[in-house]
């Protein structure tokens, strides 16, 4: 059996943002890791895979599908070692329960780039045993040894001609014990995994057949929309909802409690009719008490804070190296970052049904257990009595995964009472855009002494932004006043720098915060790799033969995907007049990534003529998804750059609205064309969601720079 | 007295100006460029301005910012296939949404720029030489521009344009169109001079 | 409320309705036609594009008092159109979609591009789909799938 993950990899893994150090109990190691294996935990195949009369093979994904491809990448895993004839399998997406927890985080989620890193072992032996028990039962009635069979395409073969269809073994297959130790291909046998497979869902998403969770539509159903304080953490004073109620078709208007502070839900028959209701409210807000936060004087506060140390997250040698070196060869840079929204194309919504006794739950959700957990909790019911269905998600990026729950918990707690109806929480794209739970605005200080030899000798960073995880369930995870997820990316590089600290400050601050895709690399890389390329300019250095020299010799993925896209870059050293080339490369989440952008300056934006991307995420399952991944998340990525990607307050309140104020990448904003190159790698599967997010925007604030002379160190980029 | 006073101030007037004016300006050219400004704050007032844009996008908003969602001019003006302005802009206002709405929404043509590439107003002088020009406004005469003014569906809509998004009214020209169609009238019998320059 | 008769994918469907509701919410909860999108209510995203007398039309802004007798055509009904069957193939053969929210307007947007402008260039292909949103940035397969699409249109629709 082949390892899933080096014991470095797992403790990396369970130190990452969405979800840490809750050591699961369900470790599904093989024993060659650990000294003392823990008990694996046992999966059983009739959970995940079921095969049909029809000879359909319907495979459960114990993971939110929310663009990233799992529900076609997770089946490819099990239907292969399964030996299923892939044109029949068809993909569901798991309930909530315990045996589709992620094996290493313990509980039922999406995030963290982890699905195929933590599930490839897990489905792999689940096909493996499905298989083996249905070859057991061919072998049975042939009365021949399973060692006599073979199978190919949901068929089994035996001596003598004989074959057997799986859907012809499945009833009785099903009754057979399920095998401890069930051996696995060699990579050399793999006839899916590692080819370029297209989509399952694909059709379905482009007829408009595929139902995410704001389709949903139960018999009696009723729209909720819920009027939230102007500010974080405001209180209702009072309501007139005579207006509101006026309005046909209006149910209620009620009070009801948030995590901090209160609101009022809007009942009605149809989401037009809420809204409008909702419009109608009257409510005075008492805003005593709660901090008013203001970018502005946020941003003024953060630089004072930077001027000192914080606490310490790293201390290698001794900065105070940088005193030897004059100040001509010394770089003091400051890098300002926003508040950064998620706004998934599908707005947050959940759809909750509370029957006395029992409740069941519709909800798009990257959290499955927490937030069943939470409807539960407001129902008075234990976790079991709700049935939780995981919906398709119009996208997440991180954001329908909150350690609050907050979007099921408003939803159970107008299903609550409204018992015995199913009730529809949205909240409209203003809700979303003004909600909270965005990525935090950070400062970073840097200052670098730059050696004799061109490479930085000393290296003083700090960091200011919120704690992601203060205040949550997961706040044990931070030590020494340090919260790792605001200096990944920093802390952890893998250039060699001897001196080298780095120390952060943690302000509390009354604006909601969260992960956002690739979380504190989404600042950190953007800070180092402009920093490294403009120690590479001063040293007169190529970018990319620069990061080589200064990379530890040891970062081999990280020196593969430099190597790769040296190779396929070939076009950087024949550029046009008025275009340039802009290099990154970062690793996060086990997967690393270097990427080559052409820009151009085109009516004061930059004009991102291609991209050129080398990846290694060891193993790639699907080659086509991996594309697919990192072609999106590049796009993605340039939300930190396009001119209207910030959120900002103002006493208070959020100054953006909608699309309108806080406008994402259109199509004219990313590259035209991007090529992916993977290096091919039999280590286990890394993940691809997030790695390529951070490597995107310093890129091309690189290629902007030669173009420009300038450095640009404030996000987003207003002005070129 | 009064009534004597009355009857001489316009004397007293002509007076003055004929010392002041060229030979060749008409008498009551003074009165309409006064008129013309009066014309002039309207076109460059937002709801008019927008429009009528030298680049190939609209604007929107007070503060004429460009048009959201990245909508373009198209070969005609109406936009293009799949993102047309009536995508989204129908026949009239739609105060339940925020979007404005008139009789066939679209730019007017670049010949009818008031603005220059980097999005300024044009001076009173060069928008009213634009304006008077007949091979770029569509060769609409001295009536043909009164008529435009006071009857044409764009240009009513400026005092009509409708709530935005945030439930918010759209602001109105400077001057009432009743006002406004009174300035284009004494312009326009004043023979539509311009300022002179820039 | 007001009743009123809409021509829908070919067929005329009676509402009672308060006529300020916009065309999306007759079309996902009168006619349970969950395929065209809400994404942000302003016409700023095209999830919620549709057809209208062959012009595609955001719907969520569009007030169903407006609409008259024009004829609605909604992403359901792209499979029975010959242009509509070409983006969609050209869609999947091209494994344009990720989490897909946004392709029903896609699609919508790019029918109608190629409608009108049946083999465009790279600039046409920006300027039609520069307003429609995807947040997983499936925007370079878009452009593939829309260039597969035209060679596969015959003339114009």
């Keep these: ?115 195929i890193a933590h599930s490839f072992q897990q489905y792999r032996e689940l096909g493996a045993k499905a298989r083996a028990m249905l070859v057991a039962v061919a072998a049975e009635r042939w009365k021949v040894t399973p060692d006599q069979c073979r199978t190919e395409n949901s068929v089994v073969y035996g001596p003598g001609n004989r074959t057997a269809r799986y859907a ?43 139902k995410f969770g704001l389709d949903l539509d139960l018999p009696g159903m009723k729209i909720a929309l819920v009027a939230h304080p102007p500010v974080f953490g405001g209180r209702v004073k009072s309501i007139d909802d005579r207006d509101a109620r006026s309005l046909d078709g209006v149910r209620d208007v009620f009070e009801i409690p948030l995590a901090k502070g209160t609101a009022v839900a809007v009942v009605a028959d149809r989401f037009w009719t809420a809204k409008q209701a909702r419009d109608r409210l009257k409510i005075d807000w008492d805003l005593s008490g709660v901090e008013q936060a203001d970018t502005v004087q946020l941003l003024a ?27 001509a060869n010394r770089i003091i840079a400051e890098y300002e970052f926003p508040f950064l929204a998620h706004a998934p194309m599908e707005p947050l919504n959940a759809t909750v049904k509370f029957e006395g006794d029992k409740a069941e739950a519709w909800v798009p959700s990257q959290f499955q257990t927490m937030d069943q957990v939470v409807i539960a909790e407001v129902l008075g019911l234990k976790p079991d009595k709700v ?92 030590k020494d006043g340090v919260d790792e997820t605001a200096v990944e990316g920093t802390k952890d590089t893998s250039y060699n720098i001897p001196n080298f600290r780095v120390t952060v400050h943690h302000p509390t601050v009354n604006v909601p915060v969260l992960w956002w895709r690739s979380v504190g690399h989404t600042h950190n890389a953007f800070v180092m790799e402009t920093l490294v390329d403009e120690l590479a300019t001063r040293a007169k250095v190529d970018p990319i033969a620069y990061r080589q020299k200064l990379l530890k010799a040891d970062a081999k993925k990280l020196h593969s995907v430099l190597e790769l ?9 024949t550029l046009p007049r008025g275009r340039a080339a802009g290099i990154a490369c970062h690793e996060s989440f086990d997967t690393a990534v270097a990427c080559a952008v052409e820009v151009s300056i085109e009516n004061k934006r930059p004009r991102i003529h291609r991209a050129t991307v080398a990846v290694n995420c060891g193993l790639a399952v699907n080659p086509l998804t991996v594309e697919s991944q990192f072609q999106g998340g590049l796009g993605f ?84 | 007295m009064f009534a004597s006073i009355r009857l001489l101030t316009p004397v007293f007037i002509l007076a003055l100006f004929a010392i002041t004016i060229p030979p060749a300006a008409k008498p009551n050219a003074v009165a309409g460029l006064a008129a013309w400004d009066q014309v002039y704050s309207v076109l460059v007032s937002p709801r008019c301005i927008n429009c009528h844009t030298a680049t190939n996008y609209p604007q929107q908003g007070d503060d004429r910012h460009r048009h959201f969602a990245n909508v373009v001019r198209g070969p ?19 105060d339940s949404t925020g979007v404005p709405g008139g009789s066939s929404w679209h730019l007017a043509p670049l010949s009818m720029q008031w603005q220059d590439v980097n999005d300024r107003p044009m001076s009173s002088a060069a928008v009213c030489r634009a304006v008077t020009d007949r091979s770029k406004n569509e060769d609409m005469d001295r009536p043909a521009l009164l008529k435009h003014h006071a009857e044409a569906d764009l240009v009513l809509w400026a005092w009509n344009p409708g709530r935005r998004p945030d439930g918010t009214m759209r602001t109105l020209p400077p001057i009432s169109h009743q006002e406004f169609v009174a300035a284009t009238r004494a312009w326009v019998e004043a023979g539509t001079p311009c300022p002179k320059g820039r | 409320m007001a009743k009123y008769r809409l021509s829908v994918n070919g067929s005329e469907k009676a509402v009672d309705v308060d006529p300020s509701t916009p065309l999306l919410w007759i079309l996902r909860e009168e006619l349970k036609l969950t395929g065209t999108k809400y994404g942000c209510g302003i ?3 095209g999830a919620c594009t549709v057809h209208v007398d062959g012009v595609a039309t955001r719907s969520c802004v569009v007030p169903v008092s407006l609409i008259g007798k024009r004829e609605i055509v909604t992403i359901e009904a792209m499979a029975n159109d010959p242009v509509g069957r070409a983006v969609q193939n050209a869609w999947v053969e091209k494994d344009v979609v990720q989490c897909g929210y946004c392709q029903s307007g896609q699609i919508m947007s790019a029918v109608a591009l190629l409608k009108g402008t049946p083999h465009p260039t790279d600039t046409d292909i920006e300027e039609s789909m520069g307003g429609n949103l995807c947040r997983c940035a499936t925007y370079v397969r878009i452009r593939e799938a829309i260039t597969t699409a035209s060679r596969q249109i015959k003339g114009a629709a």
């Design chain 1, 637 to 720: 990525g340039l939300t930190q750059l396009v001119a209207k990607g910030a959120i900002t307050l103002k006493d208070g309140h959020i100054e953006q609205r909608n699309f309108d104020g806080y406008a994402p990448p259109y199509i004219v904003d990313v590259p035209v064309t991007i090529d992916v190159h993977i290096v091919p790698s039999t280590e286990p599967p890394t993940g691809c969601g997030e790695p390529p997010v951070p490597v995107i925007s310093p890129a091309v604030v690189n290629a902007l720079s030669r173009l420009t002379g300038k450095r640009y160190r404030t996000l987003p980029l207003t002005i070129i």
């Design chain 1, 301 to 327: 506060r953060y630089k004072q804070m930077a001027l000192a140390d914080g606490n310490v997250a790293l201390n290698r040698g001794d900065v105070k190296a940088m005193e030897q070196i004059s100040r």
């Design chain 1, 168 to 210: 012809e073994l499945a009833d009785d297959a099903a009754r057979k014990p399920v095998p401890q130790n069930v051996k696995l291909k060699n990579a050399s046998e793999f006839r899916i995994i590692g080819k370029r497979v297209p989509r399952l869902d694909s059709r379905s998403k482009c007829d408009g057949s595929q």
């Design chain 3, 43 to 45: 016409s700023a995203c």
């Design chain 1, 565 to 573: 896209l040296d190779q396929k870059s070939g076009w950087r050293k």
């Design chain 1, 1 to 115: 059996m082949q390892p899933a993950l080096s014991r470095r990899n797992f403790i990396q893994l369970t130190t990452a943002a969405t979800g840490g150090l809750l050591i699961s109990l369900y470790l599904d190691k093989p024993s060659a890791i650990a000294q003392q294996p823990p008990p694996p935990k046992v999966y059983p195949p009739d959970a995940f895979v079921h095969v049909r009369r029809d000879g359909h093979i319907v495979i459960t994904v114990n993971r939110l599908e929310f663009g990233q491809g799992v529900q076609t990448a997770l089946p490819m895993i099990l239907a292969d070692e399964m030996d299923a004839d892939w044109s029949n399998v068809i993909a569901e997406l798991a309930p909530a329960a315990d045996v589709y927890k992620d094996p290493m985080f313990g509980i039922q989620r999406v995030g963290g780039s982890g699905s």
């Design chain 2, 76 to 94: 005609e003006g109406f936009g293009v296939p799949g993102l047309n302005c009536i995508s989204c802009h129908q026949e009239s206002n739609a």
């Design chain 1, 387 to 478: 049935t939780f269905h995981t919906e398709f998600a119009g996208g997440g990026f991180g954001r329908r995964a909150t350690t609050d729950s907050h979007i099921p918990r408003e939803a159970a707690l107008i299903a609550k009472r409204l018992r015995g109806t199913p009730v529809k929480l949205i909240w409209s794209r203003e809700d979303d855009v003004r909600g909270g739970y965005y990525r935090p605005m950070h400062v970073h200080r840097v200052e670098i002494g730059i050696g004799r030899d061109g490479m930085p000798a000393a290296w003083r960073h700090v960091v200011v932004g919120q704690s992601l995880l203060a205040g949550t369930p997961f706040a044990m995870m931070i």
